[in-house]
């Protein structure tokens, strides 16, 4: 089966900073999509960035970033010039790329505070 | 274009008690996932819908069951509750068969309270 860790329950960054949000994960499965949800009190999941596994460069989108290492299967998140409104639970998701009914496995989450 | 709209926003039920919580999918969207978010955890999938039919199912009991109606909402229903059924139940939809990465939207969820 598979599994999402997330070791940092919280995180802390000064307006501005960069912060990097950790994530390890378990298959054995070849290909997949992972993925960072933000979740902010309103406590909707929003999609922040989505990797597939098949592909070597690093997902951007703007201010966020992810670090995919497939070999020792680490998907870490960069968040550069963090902003009051970056301040959230982030969740890591994995998705099995031939799981037809595309259940998504999260991690345990990290919650991010951003201090002005 | 209404997203994932879900209902009802806040309930509290006793233990015992069942409960059905609904969840009208995105425009377009034909598959409907049920997730339960217990506090401070990471959301846990209980099924899935499909066609009017459930596809795939986490690990859960018979307790919680669900529904696909024609028009693709979804209703999950819980029986016979219990304390630790106290969370924040999430629906998600997406289109099959989109790309499976393809996004998978989630509406703001149902708090239940079980007292």
């Known amino acids: 089966a598979q599994t999402v860790t997330q070791s940092q329950p919280e995180m802390s960054v000064q307006e501005a900073e960069t912060v990097t949000l950790s994530c390890t994960y378990d298959?054995?499965?070849?290909?997949?999509?992972l993925f960072w949800y933000k979740q902010p009190p309103s406590r909707q999941m929003i999609l922040v960035i989505r990797?597939?596994?098949?592909?070597?460069q690093n997902a951007t989108e703007n201010r966020f970033s992810v670090n995919f290492q497939k070999a020792a299967k680490s998907f870490s998140l960069k968040i550069s010039d963090s902003q009051l409104g970056d301040a959230a639970m982030y969740f890591c998701?994995?998705?099995?790329?031939?799981?037809?009914?595309?259940?998504?496995?999260f991690g345990q989450g990290t919650e991010l505070s951003v201090k002005p | 274009d209404a997203g994932v709209t879900q209902s009802p926003t806040h309930l509290i039920k006793t233990r015992g008690q069942q409960v059905t919580l609904r969840c009208s999918p995105k425009?377009?969207?034909?598959?409907v996932s049920w997730y339960q978010q217990a506090l401070g955890q990471g959301p846990q999938f209980i099924f899935q819908?499909?066609?009017?039919?459930?596809?795939q199912r986490g690990n859960f009991p018979d307790r919680f069951s669900g529904h696909q109606f024609p028009n693709y909402s979804s209703e999950l229903n819980v029986n016979a509750l219990l304390l630790g059924d106290s969370a924040l139940y999430l629906c998600?939809?997406?289109?099959?068969?989109?790309?499976?990465?393809?996004?998978?939207?989630f509406g703001e969820g149902s708090w239940l309270t079980v007292v």
């Open positions: 990797q597939e596994a098949y592909k070597q």
């Open positions: 819908y499909y066609e009017e039919e459930e596809r």
């Open positions: 425009s377009g969207h034909d598959t």
């Open positions: 998701a994995y998705r099995g790329a031939y799981d037809q009914g595309g259940k998504l496995i």
């Open positions: 298959t054995s499965e070849s290909d997949y999509y």
């Open positions: 998600a939809s997406s289109f099959d068969p989109g790309p499976l990465g393809d996004t998978i939207y």
